[in-house]
């Protein structure tokens, strides 16, 4: 199969008018056109044809990087690693597509080497092999298949138009589309003309629906990439979310909780780190669980925060001051979830999230965002994002009233101050109650008692919701609005970060206290010490395996700051590779040498003065070709009416006895031989400046 | 006849003898006796009336040999050519009686055309100078030699030659058509009879045992046996070649260069006779890939190709 004249030359200057480097696709044009005329083919060794071809994948390699430099590709990855915003991520992936552009562009010119070689080379086809490291492994074996041999040209004039074809597809038919199937553009005669046409549109038309098709497809594979992504990443990572709307607690339930040690957050933070993290609060307690508000209220929708201008920055209250700040990180599973924060948060900065909202509960929900998260916070005491306290918030269920009337009028909190009440209250429960998980079974006798009333007045001990609990609904009583709150507790500290488990999960109280929302968490201290008891053997491990997802997460999600690096360390590789290269040719070279000068192989006769001659001779344009043997060279020279014939011959002779006769010369003879070829020479050189005189006196 | 001729000298007759009735087929009648002195056999691909017969009738009439003709053909068994046993009633004894293969100069025709089986048995004859029929060894004549000639492979109702047999022979070439002057001179000679008839012995066996020996004694220097090795060697490695040349190749090279250099009157050989050998020693035992056939490449022409590539000691 070959193409038709000068389509190649065709197509480069087409593709030199796209890239506006005309003169560059005219220079690749005329030099691949050029054998047509030029007679003089080059014999190329397979070796040198895969030394080429290795030259032009280093010249891919290279022509990736420069294009992603250049193209601020670096820069925009730079940008991601230091900002991931949607917007940086969006910039990256532009970019980089945009590199990869530009290495289209520039495949012609990468791929040049190659398609000038074959359109040089002595041979019209080149192995497979020299594409494949693969095959070219299996070249030495001897089992290889029928040599299948590639007409590059036709291949690299394929690839460009059926490239520009992807890069115009609203275009017009273009020039140099002539040729799109299997070697339709051989030589067509005539009276195929009309055959020709359909077949030519056929391949029009295939050429545009697969470009159109595996555009859409590329589209759809990336939304599919990126949800599966966001998935992936979380579902590794372990943490039960909190439903916003309504939480089932444990009040009332029989034997011990089981939560688990898996690390589900990480803070960081200058100096102590926030102790509770919120993820949800709720005002309605139907034992026993906790509802958001009563169905219909407005509080829990949630309201979408508009992000600042960097899309990763949103200002939860923009007119709060804060002084506090923590770096929390965690795993959103399918980019959708909960974030926990401390009370009175104000600003998250670096939260690379599409939909994020919030609602009057406090709770900051992400709707489409990444599988991993580190975002700082900034906080403070005082306002917070919850609404104001409503009737909702003093309501107390009717079957816990009258115990809580009781206790509440026993300590006298309904006279004191919110924030007196509240310390007396804490005072209570640190004094009274104890920590405990361990549940015990509800005796038959009081059938009527709730676990709540249970808890307040008989046992005086249980787990974390019981405190919250308790607590909610005895501030409420005296008049106090409060809310039940669930999120993780901060506790844990490893080198310069805390830790926060799933079995750090844990409820407490927010009290309007002073015209704000303050945490108030009446469980005992000890439950942390009580909890870490239970901490399994294979925690540890566990924790390992953590670290490393949690290092991968990061990096995935580009947080990490070697990434920067990155594109520095390639450009040192592409050079050794190229050095590579280079000085495997000197080997290879280096060893070809010694193969054929085999120092085992004698070589008498090498001071033989015959070599004068042929040297005088090559002197005179009569060079002997590496694989003239001297008799055909002699019979040469002699037809050129070069020296004399008759004695060289005579000579040759005795060379060849001295050369190629295992016996070799007797010392007489090869006197004799020397003598003869110094007359022979003197004799020519007579004869050449002779020749000279004459030559100048003819002038 | 008393003492033998000088081995140069049995050459010139021989050549002088041949060419009474083979016209201007020179270099071809040089190939022939190369192999013939150097103990190869020969393989002629040619086209039908080139002269393949003459030629080996004629060496035949010029040696005081005995020559046997077998026309190969698809029917054609082995015991054909071997000979076969037959019972004698009068003695009551199986008598084997000779084959064709009994003689000193074989002339195989068409030998393509034979099925595998028989080429099989005359290409272990001309291995080993030894047939076996019916479990008996049998000796072959000391001077044995075999001229087969084969249609181009292309031609309808052939069987191919397998790699291994056709590495049994020495030498493989064509006669190829001769000028129009030469064909006038063929025209001319047989006005009245065939040339053939007019010509008679002109050397005795025991020239012909003096030839082989100063063969086989012509020297070859270390260097010249390395160029033979290059290039046989090179064979292996072109690609486009399924098979390279054996080291049988190797010696077959090196043994018609031997003989090349008895007919020069040389006692040494050099790499003109080299050269001068390689194509038709190598050539036909490479076995070329079905593509590289059909990209054009011959296996000539790559041993051309390597012979103009490996350089030349000088």
């Known amino acids: ?699 | 006849m008393n003492r033998p001729l000088p081995p140069r000298e049995v050459y010139q007759k021989l050549l002088a003898n041949i060419e009474r009735v083979i016209h201007g087929q020179n270099d071809a009648l040089r190939k022939v006796l190369a192999a013939f002195a150097s103990d190869g056999h020969v393989l002629l691909e040619d086209f039908p009336g080139t002269g393949k017969t003459t030629l080996a009738k004629a060496l035949a009439r010029s040696i005081d040999a005995t020559f046997k003709r077998v026309q190969f053909t698809p029917d054609l068994l082995p015991s054909d050519i071997l000979g076969v046993s037959i019972y004698n009633q009068r003695e009551q004894t199986f008598q084997f009686h000779e084959g064709p293969i009994f003689t000193n100069i074989l002339l195989a025709d068409e030998i393509n055309r034979a099925s595998p089986r028989t080429q099989s048995a005359l290409l272990e004859a001309m291995g080993e100078s030894q047939v076996s029929v019916e479990g008996e060894r049998r000796k072959l004549a000391d001077l044995f030699f075999v001229i087969a000639t084969q249609n181009p492979v292309e031609f309808r109702g052939t069987y191919p030659l397998p790699e291994a047999q056709m590495d049994r022979f020495a030498l493989q070439f064509t006669l190829g058509y001769v000028t129009p002057e030469d064909e006038v001179a063929i025209l001319s000679a047989q006005a009245d009879n065939h040339p053939l008839e007019r010509i008679s012995s002109c050397v005795s066996s025991a020239d012909i045992a003096a030839l082989k020996t100063a063969v086989r004694q012509v020297k070859i220097s270390e260097e010249l046996k390395r160029y033979i090795v290059d290039l046989t060697g090179a064979t292996r490695r072109v690609p486009g070649v399924q098979l390279g040349a054996s080291p049988r190749a190797s010696l077959a090279l090196m043994k018609a260069s031997q003989a090349l250099a008895v007919f020069d009157g040389m006692d040494f050989v050099t790499p003109d006779h080299v050269q001068e050998m390689a194509s038709p020693v190598i050539a036909h035992r490479l076995a070329l890939e079905p593509q590289a056939k059909f990209s054009g490449l011959s296996a000539a022409g790559i041993v051309a190709d390597i012979v103009k590539k490996v350089p030349v000691p000088a």
Not at chain 1, 218 to 223: F, I, K, N, P
Not at chain 1, 267 to 276: D, M, Q
Not at chain 1, 626 to 653: C, F, M, S
């Open chain 1, 1 to 699: 199969m070959s193409t038709p004249p000068f389509l190649i030359g065709a197509t480069l200057l087409f593709w030199g008018a796209q890239a506006g480097w005309l003169w560059l696709g005219a220079l690749a044009a005329i030099v691949l056109e050029a054998p047509r005329y030029a007679k003089n083919r080059i014999q190329f060794t397979q070796a040198d044809l895969d030394r080429i071809w290795n030259l032009c994948f280093v010249l891919l390699f290279g022509g990736l990087v420069v294009a992603f430099v250049t193209s601020d590709g670096a820069a925009a990855l730079t940008n991601v690693a230091n900002n991931n915003s949607i917007s940086n991520r969006i910039d990256a992936l532009n970019k980089g597509g945009r590199s990869v552009i530009l290495v289209l562009l520039w495949l012609p010119l990468i791929y040049l080497p190659i398609a000038v070689a074959q359109a040089f080379s002595e041979q019209e086809r080149m192995d497979w092999s020299t594409f494949s490291w693969w095959l070219r492994q299996q070249r030495g074996k001897g089992t290889r298949p029928a040599a299948l041999r590639l007409d590059l040209n036709v291949a690299v004039f394929r690839d460009l138009s059926a490239r520009h074809e992807r890069r115009q597809p609203a275009h017009a038919p273009l020039p140099d589309h002539r040729d799109d199937s299997d070697g339709v553009g051989a030589v067509e005669p005539a009276f195929e003309g009309r055959f020709l046409l359909r077949r030519w549109t056929t391949s029009l038309v295939l050429v545009l629906a697969t470009a159109f098709t595996a555009q859409l497809s590329m589209l759809e594979l990336q939304r599919l990439m990126q949800r599966l992504d966001s998935a992936l990443i979380a579902r590794f990572a372990s943490g039960r979310g909190f439903d916003p709307k309504e939480v089932r607690t444990a009040l009332g339930s029989i034997g011990r909780m089981k939560l688990s040690g898996d690390i589900v957050l990480r803070v960081e933070a200058e100096g102590a780190p926030p102790p509770l993290l919120r993820e949800a609060s709720y005002k309605m307690f139907l034992s026993p669980s906790w509802a958001a508000t009563r169905h219909g209220r407005p509080e829990q929708n949630f309201i979408e925060v508009i992000p600042e201008s960097d899309l990763t920055t949103w200002k939860l209250m923009p007119d709060k001051p804060t002084r506090k700040k923590a770096i929390i990180s965690g795993f959103l599973s399918g980019g959708q979830g909960l974030l926990p924060a401390p009370a009175g948060v104000a600003k998250l900065e670096d939260l690379p999230a599409v939909q994020f909202e919030t609602n009057q509960l406090g709770v900051l929900r992400v709707q489409e965002g990444p599988g991993f998260y580190q975002t700082t916070a900034y906080y403070d005491d005082g306002r917070s994002i919850d609404g104001a306290p409503d009737g909702i918030d003093e309501e107390v269920p009717n079957s816990e009233k009258q115990t809580l009337d009781r206790l509440v009028d026993e300590l006298g909190l309904r006279e004191l101050p919110a924030a007196q009440a509240v310390k007396k209250l804490n005072e209570f429960f640190a004094r009274e109650f104890r920590y405990t998980t361990w549940l015990e079974e509800r005796r038959r006798r009081k059938e009527t008692e709730t676990p709540l009333t249970r808890f307040l007045t008989r046992s005086r001990a249980g787990h974390c919701e019981y405190f919250a609990t308790a607590t909610v609904l005895m501030l409420r009583t005296a008049g106090i609005p409060a809310r039940y709150a669930v999120g993780y507790s901060v506790q844990e500290r490893k080198g310069q970060e805390w830790l926060v488990r799933e079995r750090h999960a844990h409820a407490w109280c927010i009290a309007w206290v002073d015209g704000a929302w303050r945490d108030v968490d009446t469980t005992p201290a000890n439950w942390v010490s009580v909890e870490a008891e239970r901490s399994s053997a294979w925690e540890r491990w566990k924790d390992r395996w953590s670290n490393i997802w949690f290092a991968f997460s990061k990096w995935r999600w580009g947080k990490g700051e070697w990434k920067e690096y990155l594109i520095y360390l390639v450009i040192p590789l592409i050079l050794l590779a190229g050095w590579r290269l280079m000085a495997q040719k000197q080997w290879n070279r280096s060893k070809n040498s010694a193969d054929s000068r085999n120092p085992r192989v004698p070589q008498p006769g090498f001071d033989s003065e015959f070599y004068l001659i042929e040297k005088t001779l090559a002197a005179r344009g009569l060079e002997r070709q590496p694989e003239e043997t001297l008799a055909a060279w002699t019979k040469r020279a002699t037809a050129e009416k070069q020296g004399g014939a008759d004695d060289l011959a005579a000579l040759l002779q005795v060379h060849y006895r001295l050369r190629f006769d295992p016996g070799g010369l007797e010392a007489p003879e090869r006197e004799r031989f020397r003598a003869q070829v110094n007359d022979w020479l003197e004799r020519e050189s007579r004869k050449q400046i002779r020749n000279d005189r004459s030559d100048h006196a003819n002038s």
